[in-house]
Structure formats: structure tokens, C-alpha cells
């Protein structure tokens, strides 16, 4: 038989610690070549690479000059500068042209994006991307679709936004370029914490026990 106390018997939940809602990434693939996302930042933190070529075995798709990922409280940013894609070592994408940038940002800020894109070139031509609206897609070739400025409101409230979503032979390849997550300011997503067991303990003589204030917030609309 189990003898404790009250006390030591009675498990009162810990809430767990909320998520941090910024992140940011420089590069990431999905499809016929997988690159993870490099380097990748979650809560405050930063984080460099130079002279890169991804993926790390095989024929490199991407090489980059730097990879940069920072994310402080209330800001994510990334960037990639140098970068060059060598889409031919898709397969069946010999048609697609080479793809250039001198660098390629995102900035979130506050749950508010924004991104730069400088000296872009596909298949050796410039191409000007100059305050782009965000979920701009620029069609470059049959097979071979940007979406520009890319944001995207996620379930918890954060944005993300993502400078440059590639999308290759149709969309057997993705490749992100540049992303960053952020919230907006006040926003909390810590858990409650758990109520106390019992309730309000009778006053003497029979009285009625006072009522306990208990902490609310309402949501003003309109």
C-alpha cells in the first residue's frame, strides 16, 4: 500500500516552455536533391558559413561565397550572398538556364517581411526585382517558376517570408533561398498556468466565502 501525503502525491502539471517564434534559414531543398535547412537558427542565436557547396556529396546544385541565418528576440534574418545555381545537374534539366544572385535577403521584423534581391541574373540576363509585392511569381522558363517576397502566415501567428521559392521542373524541385520567422510584438504564446485544486475554503460561522479575482483578458474587435 501507498502511503504519502497530500502533497507528494498530488502531481500538479508543469506547463511546458512555449517555442521560440523566430527562426531563420539560408538555404533548403526538397525533391530530386535534398538539402536540409543551412545553416538553420532557432531562438536567438547566429550563425556563418563560407565557401559552400551543397549539397556535400554528389554534384553541387548550390554554391554560395556565405550563408547567414541571426535571429534575436522579435527579428529573424537570413541572407545568402555569391550564390549560384547549376541546375543541370537535375536530371532532364538541361534546357533550364543558370541562376545568379550577388546576395538575396529576408528580413522579419515585428511579424512584418521584407526582402532584397541584388544583381539577379538567369541564363546570364538581369533580371530586376526591385519592391517586389509579396507571393510575386516570375516565370522564368517551362520549367523554371520563382516565387518572389514569398509570406506566409503559420498556425501559431507567426510570419514567415521567404525571398526567393524556386520551383523546378514543375515541382519535382523546391528550393527555399533566404527565410526568416518572426512574431508580432505582445504576441505570447506561453501556456497558461495549471489551476490550483480545491476551492474557496468556507469563512466561520456559516459565512460565504469570498470570490477569488481570477486574472481574464478580452479581445476588443470592431
Known amino acids: 500500500m501507498l502511503v504519502c501525503s497530500v502533497a507528494a502525491c498530488l502531481a500538479v502539471a508543469t ?16 525533391g530530386l536533391v535534398k538539402i536540409p535547412r543551412t545553416p538553420s537558427v532557432t531562438g536567438t542565436g547566429q ?24 535571429v534575436k528576440p522579435g527579428h529573424a534574418q537570413s541572407s545568402v550572398a555569391g550564390l549560384s545555381l547549376d541546375l543541370g545537374v537535375l536530371p532532364a534539366a538541361a534546357t533550364l538556364p543558370g541562376v545568379s544572385a ?3 535577403k529576408a528580413d522579419c521584423r515585428d511579424g512584418k517581411g521584407s526582402v532584397s534581391i541584388a544583381n539577379l541574373k538567369v541564363g546570364g540576363k538581369a533580371v530586376k526585382l526591385d519592391q517586389v509585392p509579396p507571393n510575386t511569381t516570375v516565370p522564368l522558363a517551362p520549367l523554371l517558376e520563382l516565387v518572389v517576397n514569398k509570406q506566409a502566415k ?6 514567415t517570408v521567404t525571398a526567393v521559392s524556386a520551383k523546378l521542373l514543375g515541382q519535382t524541385q523546391t528550393l ?14 506561453t501556456p497558461a498556468p495549471p489551476t490550483k485544486p480545491g476551492g474557496d ?20 474587435t470592431g
Do not use: F, M, W
Not at 154 to 159: A, E, K, S
Not at 207 to 215: G, S
Open 102 to 104: 550577388e546576395v538575396i
Open 154 to 159: 503559420n498556425d501559431d501567428g507567426t510570419l
Open 47 to 70: 550563425e556563418s558559413l563560407a565557401s559552400v557547396a551543397l549539397p556535400t556529396s554528389g554534384p553541387s546544385l548550390v554554391s554560395a561565397k556565405a550563408l547567414n541565418a541571426e
Open 15 to 30: 506547463p511546458a516552455a512555449a517555442a521560440p517564434a523566430e527562426s531563420a534559414y539560408a538555404i533548403a531543398a526538397s
Open 176 to 189: 527555399d533561398i533566404a527565410s526568416a520567422t518572426c512574431a508580432k510584438p505582445g504576441d505570447d504564446n
Open 201 to 220: 475554503k468556507p469563512q466561520p460561522g456559516g459565512k460565504a466565502p469570498k470570490p477569488t479575482p481570477v486574472p481574464a483578458h478580452l479581445d476588443v
